[in-house]
């Protein structure tokens, strides 16, 4: 049992360093790509308003599917929970 429950918390540690390192460098992340597609000249024949504009739209959609694949994983964290949860009770009634 001592096991069990040792070995459930080292996954949830691990689970959490994941989830809160994807949440904190996600922005970066997303800024990082952005700079990628404008510095390799991908976008070399837009003017600098057009360009900006590009880099908006490009930052937004970034920003948007960073936010939805963290609430994502986010959930995941939640599931992981809700299953110790129902470990734990289907534990009590067979011990019942």
Do not use: W
């Not at 540690?13 to 922005?27: D, P, R």
């Not at 510095?39 to 070399?44: A, H, I, L, P, V």
């Amino acid at each position: 049992m001592v096991v069990k429950c040792q070995r459930e918390v080292n996954l949830n540690i691990f689970l959490n360093i994941a989830v809160n390192i994807f949440n904190n460098i996600s922005a970066p992340l997303c800024y990082i790509f952005i700079s990628v597609t404008v510095f390799t000249g991908k976008y070399d024949y837009l003017s600098p308003s057009e360009l900006g504009s590009e880099i908006t739209k490009i930052a937004f959609v970034s920003t948007y599917l960073m936010g939805c694949f963290t609430q994502l994983i986010d959930l995941s964290d939640t599931l992981t929970d809700m299953a110790g949860y129902i470990h734990r009770i289907g534990e009590l009634i067979e011990t019942l």
